[in-house]
């Protein structure tokens, strides 16, 4: 039996390039293996320390190599990059997953299981559907535009054009055109039928989440980002504080700071930015509501609209709802609503 203490996997569609080293970092293991002999390898193998670059098809990995009571550990891809010496090929890649996974700085990502894979999945697809359906609702509109059949912005104003596309007796759409247009519609109609179907199944799934409907308790956090957040988010102990995990989201501006001088730019692009669209949404929604209704649960949001713009304040109030998220599943308990200011 290969007596390995740290193996770096290279994870690729058919091959899989593995680099395994011994206790004295001594190179024991190079070699490349079928994707279908991977399990078989490992079952050769004592237990050991297994790295692994996170990917979607990482985590099916992982969890199938834990159960050969092997320790898997999964990282980001651009933290293993800064080990790759020279030139990127598979064999390099596997040797510095095979050194990062053993640095102690590392920042590891949580295996997900099945369950949560699966809620994301639900996600996914409804992203794309909505992405296209924002496509079609755009042709339609601009298509008709061309004609001199303008509506006003949103859903109200789409469902106008599309009534007049139906229309027979509306002559200012040539016929020709309403044909091409008619299919459009129909395509739109389908989307969001589907679209729907896909919500009631994440309403579904979050009914089910005691986590999931407690994270619904937070201003700004409906079913849709509360299951995307426990699906993304298997370990919430894995961040040491709030910030860390508005960090990893991505509400926190870039730095370029030297010489003791902090310098501070926009958000950056780095971080989940599903979580993030998702927060800063939900955040945007509690502006528009508390703009209605008053700010006298939320005096620093008060004051920090009165300086910045609209949607710098809704980045900062995002921020702190995953400051809040992350105290509910990391700590437990449940969100309590501040109490309101007199007058």
């Given at each position: 039996?290969?007596?390995?203490?740290?193996i770096?996997?290279d994870?690729?569609?058919?091959?899989?390039?593995?680099?395994?080293?011994?206790?004295?970092?001594?190179?024991?293991?190079a070699?490349?293996?079928?994707?279908?002999?991977?399990?078989a390898?490992?079952?050769?193998?004592?237990?050991?320390?297994?790295?692994?670059?996170?990917c979607?098809?990482?985590?099916?990995?992982?969890?199938?190599?834990?159960?050969?009571?092997?320790?898997v550990?999964?990282?980001?891809?651009?933290?293993?990059?800064?080990?790759?010496?020279?030139?990127?090929?598979?064999a390099?890649?596997?040797a510095?997953?095979?050194?990062?996974?053993?640095?102690?700085s590392?920042?590891?990502v949580?295996?997900?299981t099945?369950?949560?894979?699966?809620?994301?999945?639900?996600h996914?697809p409804?992203?794309?559907?909505?992405?296209?359906?924002?496509?079609?609702?755009?042709?339609?509109?601009?298509?008709?535009a061309?004609?001199?059949?303008?509506a006003?912005l949103?859903?109200?104003?789409?469902?106008?054009?599309?009534?007049?596309?139906g229309?027979?007796?509306?002559t200012?759409?040539?016929?020709?055109a309403?044909?091409?247009l008619?299919?459009?519609?129909?395509?739109?109609?389908?989307?969001?039928?589907?679209?729907?179907?896909l919500e009631?199944?994440?309403?579904?799934?979050h009914?089910?989440?005691p986590l999931?409907s407690?994270?619904e308790?937070i201003?700004g956090?409906?079913p849709?980002?509360?299951?995307?957040?426990?699906?993304?988010?298997?370990?919430a102990?894995?961040?040491?504080?709030g910030?860390?995990?508005?960090a990893?989201?991505?509400?926190?501006?870039k730095?370029?700071?030297s010489?003791g001088?902090?310098?501070?730019?926009?958000?950056?692009k780095?971080?989940n930015?599903?979580?993030?669209?998702?927060?800063?949404t939900?955040?945007?929604?509690?502006?528009?509501?508390?703009?209605?209704q008053?700010f006298k649960?939320?005096?620093?949001?008060?004051?920090?609209?009165?300086?910045?713009?609209?949607?710098v304040?809704?980045?900062?109030?995002?921020?702190?709802?995953?400051?809040?998220?992350?105290?509910?599943m990391a700590?437990?308990?449940?969100?309590?609503?501040p109490a309101?200011?007199?007058?």
């Amino acid at each position: 039996m290969i007596e390995a203490s740290t193996i770096g996997i290279d994870i690729a569609k058919s091959v899989f390039q593995i680099r395994g080293v011994d206790a004295a970092g001594e190179v024991v293991i190079a070699k490349r293996v079928t994707r279908g002999k991977v399990l078989a390898f490992f079952e050769k193998l004592s237990p050991c320390l297994i790295g692994m670059e996170a990917c979607p098809t990482s985590h099916h990995r992982a969890r199938a190599v834990t159960k050969l009571a092997h320790d898997v550990r999964l990282m980001p891809a651009n933290y293993v990059k800064a080990y790759v010496k020279r030139n990127k090929n598979d064999a390099n890649d596997a040797a510095a997953i095979c050194e990062a996974v053993t640095r102690p700085s590392m920042r590891f990502v949580a295996i997900k299981t099945k369950e949560q894979q699966a809620a994301l999945m639900l996600h996914r697809p409804r992203q794309l559907l909505i992405r296209q359906r924002t496509m079609l609702s755009n042709a339609i509109r601009g298509h008709l535009a061309e004609l001199g059949i303008v509506a006003p912005l949103g859903r109200k104003g789409l469902a106008m054009l599309m009534k007049a596309i139906g229309d027979g007796q509306d002559t200012r759409i040539p016929l020709a055109a309403r044909r091409c247009l008619a299919g459009l519609v129909r395509q739109y109609q389908v989307l969001q039928d589907e679209i729907g179907a896909l919500e009631k199944h994440i309403h579904a799934w979050h009914r089910s989440s005691p986590l999931s409907s407690r994270l619904e308790k937070i201003p700004g956090i409906g079913p849709i980002v509360a299951t995307a957040l426990v699906a993304s988010i298997p370990d919430a102990k894995m961040f040491s504080s709030g910030r860390n995990l508005a960090a990893w989201i991505g509400l926190v501006p870039k730095q370029h700071s030297s010489g003791g001088t902090p310098r501070l730019g926009g958000v950056s692009k780095q971080g989940n930015r599903y979580l993030r669209w998702l927060l800063v949404t939900g955040a945007m929604a509690v502006i528009r509501y508390a703009n209605q209704q008053g700010f006298k649960s939320r005096p620093w949001l008060a004051r920090l609209m009165e300086r910045k713009p609209i949607r710098v304040a809704g980045v900062a109030l995002a921020n702190k709802m995953a400051r809040m998220v992350w105290v509910v599943m990391a700590r437990g308990g449940h969100y309590t609503q501040p109490a309101l200011l007199a007058g």
